[in-house]
């Protein structure tokens, strides 16, 4: 494995880094229990360690209060939470809130330290650009990271095996800018025709505007052959081109 920084093909240094986002999906996780079971999402503020526990700051986000204390509820009756308590007032749907037109609610909730995945990405230097989302039993996050292509995806592979996950890369962008996508040279051609409908349509946005068994049946293929045409898109564009 290259060394930090140290490009992996060409010995250069990898000095601006790049900017990943995320699809994770791992076990024993509350935030994907919750959000899975309700119609309200999460954002992540940060996690903690305090006490060898687990401690995160949320906004709790829904369209009316009621889907929101549903949500909440959810969070304080999970068996995968210690304590919840809430840090400030409510506000209504329609006020100006981390998600427009939404009803919010600012959490801290205490969990067990080894469910959250967080630690295994900062690690690896994969460092929070913004906050993360939770909604529909999946998190994304946007991170900052100062590697290669190719140890990005090393280290992704290590998150999946340490934390039994599932990792999928959206996006990789340059932070200078935010919009330059690596080049797709690498990718077979039915990788890059997949990849490229599956951006179109919106797969790759927050909220996804596409399932993937919308994408599999306008790509005339199965929605597995699709998944992997997509994840090894993915690794191509991480640098793993064996």
Request: hydrophobic residues 35%; contains cysteine.
């Amino acid at each position: 494995m290259a060394t930090q920084g140290e490009d992996a093909e060409g010995g250069g240094r990898a000095e601006r880094g790049v900017r990943v986002t995320l699809d994770i999906w791992h076990p024993d996780c509350w935030t994907l229990e919750v959000t899975e079971r309700t119609d309200a999402g999460l954002l992540g503020h940060g996690v903690h360690s305090i006490d060898g526990t687990a401690t995160g700051r949320f906004t709790a986000y829904a369209d009316t209060r009621d889907e929101l204390d549903a949500l909440v509820g959810a969070v304080r009756d999970s068996e995968l939470t210690e304590s919840v308590w809430e840090t400030d007032e409510e506000t209504a749907a329609g006020a100006e809130t981390p998600v427009t037109g939404s009803a919010t609610r600012g959490l801290v909730v205490r969990y067990a330290l080894s469910n959250s995945i967080n630690d295994a990405l900062v690690s690896r230097g994969f460092i929070p650009d913004e906050p993360v989302r939770m909604q529909d039993g999946r998190e994304r996050w946007t991170v900052l990271v100062q590697e290669t292509r190719r140890t990005v995806h090393d280290r992704l592979e290590e998150v999946r095996e340490e934390m039994d996950a599932d990792v999928r890369v959206e996006l990789i962008t340059a932070p200078e800018d935010g919009t330059g996508m690596f080049r797709t040279d690498a990718l077979s051609e039915r990788q890059r025709e997949v990849y490229r409908l599956a951006r179109r349509r919106g797969y790759y946005t927050w909220p996804r505007e596409v399932s993937a068994g919308e994408l599999a049946a306008e790509a005339g293929v199965s929605k597995a052959t699709l998944l992997e045409h997509l994840r090894k898109a993915e690794s191509k564009l991480l640098g793993d081109v064996d």
